[in-house]
């Protein structure tokens, strides 16, 4: 039986090599010099810091750059609201990854639904697609890959 997995996975050292080339980037620009702005991880987030809003929504930008540029996809990302207190304002960006439940359900339905004769099988925070044969295995990648869902999938583990 051949099959393959579907998953949603961040490589944290690209993530991390990815905030210090935004920070570079911060450090080295005429209008934050000296303003104290910068990226930071905390946990499963990254921290936006500064001094005014305005310079979050510049921010923004410079870290979608770098994510970018080191081959993360952008829907990793989840902006949360601007705090802003007393000369500082933060905004938290969640890094998303695993595949939820809601999402697993959606695709083994949609696997269901396209009548292909492969099984859809959720474990964990991942879905395992097995079937008899390999271009059966690519219909089902091809499915899924235009149903452009808002978490960033890899197909891995593919086996004959």
Excluded: C, W
């Amino acid at each position: 039986m051949a099959s393959f997995d579907i998953k949603s996975e961040l490589d944290s050292h690209e993530v991390t090599n990815a905030v210090d080339q935004a920070n570079r980037v911060l450090q080295n620009r005429f209008d934050f010099k000296g303003t104290g702005a910068e990226f930071k991880i905390e946990d499963k987030n990254i921290l936006l810091s500064a001094k005014e809003e305005f310079q979050i929504h510049q921010m923004l930008p410079i870290l979608n750059e770098s994510i970018t540029k080191r081959g993360i996809d952008i829907k990793t990302l989840k902006a949360g609201e601007i705090e802003q207190a007393t000369g500082v304002a933060r905004q938290p960006i969640t890094l998303r990854q695993g595949i939820d439940k809601e999402l697993a359900k959606k695709i083994t339905s949609l696997v269901k639904q396209s009548k292909i004769k492969v099984q859809a099988a959720i474990q964990g925070d991942s879905v395992r697609i097995t079937g008899k044969k390999r271009d059966e295995l690519q219909q089902v990648i091809q499915i899924v890959k235009d149903q452009n869902y808002d978490m960033p999938l890899q197909f891995i583990n593919f086996r004959d």
